[in-house]
């Protein structure tokens, strides 16, 4: 299986998703941002992670190079981090209207960039730590309208388990979404502040090649990690 995991630094999430492929697959983690790349390297490396490519791209250039390469896309995406207000002072001191509008536009460019990564029948979680509905219920259902061939998918899928709310009904900016699918985690249900929605590629999945197999292509990726990890 192909991972892309779009803002993935400084690495807890990249690490848990290389903790479910079990170390067969490819991961690809991508930070924007050089120095947090860098953490991005680092922290891999030492959770042992052998199956990881990082990146430092931007994900306009990455969906130009790959285009419906990965089979699984995380983007939990810059956001205006109004959940880690009651953590971070700065959060806070740096908080308007305008950073949402930005933080906003910014994800729904990502968002776009990474449907054009993912191959038919393909999955992609978006996520934030925000509460703001420009940026949760709004941004989906807006990418909905601009991408007919996905559809939202309950975030819980099969899995007896549950958490958090349902979004809501009001977010949506005024555009359809089924609220019921996606989740909000509130501080007062044991986490500081998430949205978290699923979304599918319309399509038939690629046939997965047997554990420990690559295609050529994945070699290469792998190879070109392994040399930059003798590098460091």
Same mark, same amino acid.
């Given at each position: 299986?192909?991972?892309?995991?779009?803002?993935?630094?400084?690495?807890?999430? @990249?690490?848990?998703?290389?903790?479910? !492929?079990?170390?067969?697959?490819?991961?690809?983690?991508?930070? +924007?941002?050089?120095? #947090?790349?860098?953490?991005?390297? @680092?922290?891999?490396?030492?959770?042992?992670?052998?199956?990881?490519?990082?990146?430092?791209?931007?994900?306009? #250039?990455?969906?130009?190079?790959?285009?419906?390469?990965?089979?699984?896309?995380?983007?939990?995406?810059?956001?205006?981090?109004?959940?880690?207000?009651?953590?971070?002072?700065?959060?806070?001191?740096?908080?308007? /209207?305008? !950073?949402?509008?930005?933080?906003?536009?910014?994800?729904?460019? &990502?968002?776009?960039?990474?449907?054009?990564? %993912?191959?038919?029948?393909?999955?992609? &979680?978006?996520?934030?730590?925000?509460?703001?509905? /420009?940026?949760?219920?709004?941004?989906?259902?807006?990418?909905?309208?601009?991408?007919?061939? +996905?559809? %939202?998918?309950?975030?819980?899928?099969?899995?007896?388990?549950? +958490? $958090? @709310?349902?979004?809501?009904?009001?977010?949506?900016?005024? %555009?359809?979404?089924?609220? @019921?699918?996606?989740? #909000?985690? *509130?501080?007062?249900? $044991?986490? =500081? $502040?998430? +949205?978290?929605?699923?979304?599918?590629?319309?399509?038939?999945?690629?046939? !997965?090649?047997?554990?420990?197999?690559?295609?050529?292509? =994945? =070699?290469? *990726?792998?190879?070109?990690?392994? /040399?930059?990890?003798?590098?460091?």
């Amino acid at each position: 299986m192909r991972v892309l995991d779009t803002c993935a630094a400084p690495g807890g999430k @990249s690490s848990q998703l290389a903790a479910a !492929l079990g170390g067969q697959g490819l991961l690809v983690s991508n930070e +924007f941002v050089a120095a #947090r790349a860098e953490v991005l390297r @680092s922290n891999l490396e030492r959770m042992g992670v052998p199956n990881a490519v990082v990146l430092n791209e931007d994900t306009g #250039r990455i969906a130009a190079a790959l285009p419906e390469f990965f089979d699984r896309v995380l983007v939990d995406a810059p956001c205006s981090g109004e959940g880690m207000f009651r953590k971070e002072a700065v959060a806070v001191t740096q908080h308007c /209207e305008a !950073l949402v509008k930005q933080c906003a536009a910014l994800g729904a460019q &990502i968002l776009d960039n990474a449907a054009a990564c %993912l191959a038919p029948g393909g999955e992609m &979680i978006y996520s934030t730590c925000t509460f703001a509905p /420009e940026e949760d219920e709004g941004q989906v259902a807006a990418f909905l309208q601009r991408h007919p061939e +996905f559809t %939202l998918a309950d975030v819980f899928g099969n899995v007896d388990y549950s +958490f $958090g @709310s349902p979004g809501e009904a009001n977010r949506t900016g005024g %555009l359809p979404l089924d609220v @019921s699918k996606v989740r #909000r985690i *509130w501080p007062c249900q $044991g986490g =500081e $502040g998430h +949205f978290i929605a699923r979304l599918v590629k319309a399509g038939t999945p690629r046939a !997965l090649p047997a554990p420990g197999t690559y295609t050529a292509e =994945e =070699e290469l *990726w792998l190879a070109a990690a392994a /040399e930059q990890s003798k590098k460091q």
